[in-house]
Structures are given as structure tokens and as C-alpha cells.
Nanobody, 121 residues
């Protein structure tokens, strides 16, 4: 019903930057919060950053001051600008969106398939 497709991941050296994008498409009436999570090998998935429809943001302590989340509401797209990357940022990054479907009063959370980010020299 709703598809999210992440892009922008890859291999980058420590101190480098990447910009992730995630457009949402499908049976969308409106989107409330959107966010980014990540999962490193052997670890649980963790919140990286989130942004509400009003633009309020929330960040994990480990990325504050280095990552910036933003969204293009008209295009149903969320972005994650990642600067000063560290090896410990290596993970699969997933986007999500809390979507109210057309002809529904309920909202559901949808996830993308993930994009690999590797920080290594």
C-alpha cells in the first residue's frame, strides 16, 4: 500500500559525509512523523532521528551535532544529512513513515528495505 525506498548509502572514509533520501509513495492521505533507524551487525535497531509533520526533530545522542534530518512534505520525502561520519556509524539505515491511508481513519508505520552505510578507511 505504501512504499519507501532509501538511497544514498555507500562506503565513505571517516570524517566524510553522506546524504540519505527516502521518498514515500502509494495510498497516502497524509504522513505524520518520519524517521531514520539503523541496525549494526549483532545489535538491535536503534532510532537515529525523527521529524514530525510540524518540523520538530529528535536525535539520538550519538549523532547530535553531526546528523540533520529534514523532509520535503510536498514530495513525501525524508532526508538524513550525515557529516563527520565515524566507523561506529556503520550500519544498515532504515527510514519509516507514520502514514494515514486514503479512506481510513487509522495510521500505520511503514518501513523501507534499508541502505548500507559503511564508514572505513
Amino acid at each position: 500500500q505504501v512504499q519507501l525506498v532509501e538511497s544514498g548509502g555507500g562506503l565513505v572514509q571517516p570524517g566524510g559525509s553522506l546524504r540519505l533520501s527516502c521518498p514515500a509513495s502509494g495510498n497516502i492521505f497524509s504522513i505524520n512523523a518520519m524517521g531514520w533507524y539503523r541496525q549494526a551487525p549483532g545489535k538491535q535497531r536503534e532510532l537515529v532521528a525523527s521529524i514530525t509533520s510540524g518540523g520538530s526533530t529528535n536525535y539520538a545522542d550519538s549523532v547530535k551535532g553531526r546528523f540533520t534530518i529534514s523532509r520535503d512534505t510536498a514530495k513525501n520525502t525524508v532526508f538524513l544529512q550525515m557529516n563527520s561520519l565515524k566507523p561506529e556509524d556503520t550500519a544498515v539505515y532504515y527510514c519509516n513513515a507514520d502514514v494515514r491511508l486514503r479512506s481510513s481513519t487509522y495510521s500505520f508505520r511503514f518501513w523501507g528495505q534499508g541502505t548500507q552505510v559503511t564508514v572505513s578507511s
